[in-house]
């Protein structure tokens, strides 16, 4: 099964009365802002808080609002709205999805000059470039992940497959790690995670970037006998190449397959799984099957912000599979194993 996609579950026209929902969520939501509008904040997400397919994200003092074709009549008075509300956004940006434009679904200036190229969080700074790709280059709901990672991560060998623009891998140098491999296909995505670096003064050396298909590179790891105390895997919930196809509802467990043996005894693997029909305890049941011979165990789940999931006075549409016990369908599960000995 593959995720249709979202907007075809969605319908046409915004809710009525949107300033109210929007309100309401930014209300809940302003007192997270830190003082120097320096970090990262998911302000509303209209999926589940009411105006379906709007998303309304800040990244420093850039405003990113993510909207469907259908709700363009409504968007320069949501502009204005958000202006007035947050008067020292400095730019906006408006990606338009599913639009037929590559260039509006990457996103365009409507507001002021130039996006934000930073963020700060957790004290850690990340490059960013938010019309970059379709998405904003960065991830909000992996934030505990980047907590995680600074809390335990110290003197750790990691490597971050799926590293789109190596957060998680520089959320692991940031704690002191002793290297990382950032994997992923497009080296230009990459090249973001090492301005990342750069920024925070660490040893680039320390830093190698493998840009390359996650098959074959895991293959030829596995061959070489790498071992790593913590490998990370953040696929797209589907995909396809010549060398294999990722399938996070119906074959999730492969990729967990594929890297446990680069899991050195007593390390870690830290599987997310952003599936949106795959149910939080379905994806759960095919994780404690992976632990039923004793060599793997769930050592942790690290939940999403709440400005990702929305507040109970908030959410009026739950997502399409209950995510429980996971508290949103980005499913965050840190997995300890421990290998086979001869």
Same mark, same amino acid.
């Given at each position: 099964m593959i995720n249709p996609p979202i907007n075809d579950l969605m319908p046409d026209n915004p809710q009525k009365g949107w300033p109210d929902c929007v309100q309401s969520a930014l209300d809940l939501r302003l007192g997270l802002l830190d003082a120097f509008h320096a970090g990262g904040l998911r302000l509303f997400n209209g999926f589940y808080e009411g105006w379906p397919g709007v998303v309304l994200d800040l990244y420093a003092h850039t405003l990113l609002l +993510?909207?469907?074709e259908s709700a363009s009549e409504s968007l320069s008075s949501l502009q204005a709205f958000l202006l007035e509300k !947050?008067?020292? /956004?400095?730019c906006i940006v408006l990606k338009l999805r599913p639009a037929a434009d590559p260039a509006l679904r990457r996103g365009r200036v409507t507001f002021g000059t130039q996006p934000a190229r930073r963020l700060v969080e957790h004290g850690v700074a990340y490059a960013i470039d938010l019309t970059m790709n379709q998405d904003a280059s960065f991830y909000l709901d992996t934030r505990g992940l980047r907590r995680w990672l600074l809390e335990n991560a110290r003197g750790?060998? /990691?490597l971050n497959t799926f590293a789109y623009t190596g957060s998680l891998g520089v959320a692991a140098m940031a704690a002191g790690a002793g290297q990382v491999l950032q994997l992923d296909r497009n080296p230009r995505f990459l090249e973001l995670g090492q301005q990342s670096c750069r920024l925070n003064g660490f040893d680039l050396q320390k830093v190698s970037l493998l840009a390359e298909d996650f098959f074959p590179a895991v293959a030829r790891l596995k061959r070489d006998g790498s071992l790593?105390?913590?490998v990370i895997a953040d696929p797209p919930f589907f995909s396809s190449t010549a060398h294999g196809t990722v399938n996070q509802v119906d074959q999730g467990v492969r990729i967990i397959n594929? !890297? @446990?043996? %680069?899991? @050195?005894d007593g390390g870690r %693997?830290?599987?997310i799984n952003n599936a949106l029909f795959l149910s939080g305890a379905d994806h759960l049941r095919s994780l404690e099957q992976i632990?039923?011979?004793?060599?793997v165990e769930i050592e942790t789940l690290i939940p999403v912000p709440q400005d990702i999931t929305g507040f109970p006075g908030t959410v009026v +549409? &739950? &997502?399409p599979a209950d995510p429980a016990p996971f508290n949103h369908p980005t499913k965050i599960a840190v997995l300890r194993l421990r290998r086979k000995t001869a």
């Open positions: +993510s909207a469907p !947050l008067s020292w /956004v400095d750790w060998n /990691v790593f105390d913590c594929k !890297l @446990r043996p %680069l899991v @050195r %693997l830290v599987i632990c039923a011979g004793g060599y +549409s &739950p &997502p």
